[in-house]
Nanobody, 120 residues
Framework: VQLQASGGGLVQAGGSLRLSCTGS????????LAWFRQTPGKEREFVAA????????SYSDAVKGRFTISRRKGSSTAYLQMNSLKPEDTAVYYC??????????????WGQGTLVTVSS
């Protein structure tokens, strides 16, 4: 599965951004998709995931209530709507495809990162 992430940029604290992750249609539409983020010197951390049908989502505690992950059933594109952004959300955001239709954490491919910078 090839993935393409986009939508990063510079935003002030309290603002919003929407990231997109588009996979190669043939496979990505049947896989759970997830977002991770990484800052220099830290491990990549889980942000959010959505199952293949868009019906089940999960979030890290750090973003719960502020970020929303979504996709249409059978779509190879997932979105991450990020609201009420904080400076600590600054990171390179990566999308990933799970090996399964239901998110399992067993990831088979990664997209290139997109940088999100939140200024205070």
């Amino acid at each position: 599965v090839q993935l393409q992430a986009s939508g990063g940029g510079l935003v002030q604290a309290g603002g919003s951004l929407r990231l997109s992750c588009t996979g190669s249609r043939r496979t990505a539409s049947n896989n759970a998709l997830a977002w991770f983020r990484q800052t220099p010197g830290k491990e990549r951390e889980f942000v959010a995931a959505v199952n293949w049908d868009g019906g089940t989502t999960s979030y890290s505690d750090a973003v719960k209530g502020r970020f929303t992950i979504s996709r249409r059933k059978g779509s190879s594109t997932a979105y991450l709507q990020m609201n009420s952004l904080k400076p600590e959300d600054t990171a390179v955001y990566y999308c990933a495809a799970d090996r399964r239709a239901m998110y399992s954490g067993s990831l088979q491919s990664w997209g290139q990162g997109t940088l999100v910078t939140v200024s205070s």
